[in-house]
């Protein structure tokens, strides 16, 4: 049986004065909209309790299972507000999908596809005034969540389950926008390994990364890229966005997908968007010796990173502990054209022939 969401509306929802302020330059992650949705889970009733409520704290025993064994997972896509009003969610059929996925991995319940859609369908319509305008690049970003949420310190499943979503009105992740970024290639840390967590989303893996992106900001970069932890024989992600190179011969080059990569969303629509401009895509091993060898002979001029949150960032260079790997045109031709076709669907721009859209309002 599907799950209803009734609505508590906030008594205390952000002043139009604060709100404008907010709308003027939202950032990345920083405010919040004036509702959540919860739904909780127990071994033996399923998931009861859905409700659209005030956005707040949740009240946490300090022996909540998720603060000791982070027994969590988590989604992010987004809400896009169209030239006729009209408000869109990108392929969330694909987030529900990868949130089981996830939580399989993490032995956290599954929730129904219809009842994920209608916790973000109904917090996005309870908070329709937080969805910007389209036309720059701004939306409104959506992070479904889920962790253990009993009170006990033994190490098993969780036999109670948290899943919400909030919701925080966003522009560029990077603050440069599509400015180039450099990215450090580490070789002292890795995110993940073979039948480890790396293809959940999970926050473990992004917490794992950070000590491997700060020794990045010490050489000034703003992402990591890393490479797999036992071999050392293929190019994998970065902290937390696929990675992509460009051909000067039509090829849009990025590592297949092995169990330990994230299956972004964005990935797999650039993927399909590239093929549509005619770009011929490649998924498949690389090797760190083949991925920078394509960059140094100038075979790959153009690189990219990519998330829903990042949406589609250029690549300015990879840099080593001994090397620079500069691209020859970051910001190129085929990236920016990439870039563009996505963010024209997503914002209606252009017809959606791939049938990725999904109107909420
Ligand atoms: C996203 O792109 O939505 C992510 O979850 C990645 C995170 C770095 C914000």
Redesign the pocket.
């Known amino acids: 049986m599907s799950l209803s969401f009734p609505v508590t509306t906030n008594p205390s929802p952000a002043s139009q004065a604060r709100f404008d302020e907010i709308m003027a330059n939202p950032g990345?992650?920083d405010y919040f909209t004036d509702h959540m949705a919860v739904v909780n889970w127990t071994k033996d009733d399923g998931w009861t309790n859905a409700s659209i409520q005030p956005y707040g704290p949740f009240q946490l025993d300090p022996a909540t299972a998720v603060l000791h064994y982070a027994q969590e997972v988590?989604?992010?896509?987004k809400a896009y507000r169209h030239a006729d009003d009209s408000i869109w969610l990108f392929r969330p059929q694909a987030n529900a999908a990868r949130l089981n996925a996830s939580a399989a991995r993490m032995m956290l319940p599954a929730i129904d596809e219809a009842d994920f859609l209608a916790a973000i369908a109904e917090l996005v319509k309870a908070d329709l005034r937080w969805v910007p305008a389209g036309g720059g690049e701004q939306s409104l970003?959506l992070?479904p969540f889920m962790f253990a949420s009993e009170v006990f310190l033994g190490v098993r499943a969780s036999q109670r389950v948290t899943f919400s979503v909030i919701a925080s009105p966003v522009g560029s992740?990077f603050p440069g926008g599509i400015e180039p970024v450099d990215i450090w290639v580490t070789d002292s840390w890795a995110r993940a390994g073979i039948g480890g967590t790396g293809a959940a989303?999970c926050g473990g893996n992004?917490a794992a990364s950070l000590i491997a992106q700060y020794e990045g900001y010490e050489h000034g970069c703003s992402q990591v890229l890393f490479i797999e932890a036992a071999g050392k024989d293929r190019i994998e992600e970065l902290?937390?966005?696929n990675v992509f190179l460009v051909t000067t011969d039509g090829r849009l080059i990025t590592p297949e997908l092995t169990g330990t990569i994230l299956e972004?969303v964005?990935r797999s629509s650039i993927l399909a968007v590239a093929e549509d401009l005619g770009l011929r895509a490649e998924e498949r091993r690389i090797a760190p010796a083949d991925f920078f060898g394509l960059i140094a002979d100038g075979t790959a001029a153009e690189a990219f990173s990519c998330?829903?949150?990042?949406v589609l960032t250029p690549i300015g260079s990879f840099r080593t502990a001994t090397d620079t790997y500069r691209l020859a045109a970051p910001a190129g031709e085929q990236t920016l054209a990439i870039r563009n076709r996505l963010l024209d669907i997503q914002y209606g721009r252009v017809p959606d022939t791939h049938g990725w859209l999904h109107r909420v309002v």
Not at 74 to 77: D, S, Y
Not at 307 to 310: L, N, R, V
């Open positions: 990345f992650g988590f989604e992010g896509l970003y992070r992740y989303k992004y902290g937390g966005m972004g964005t998330g829903t949150a990042a």
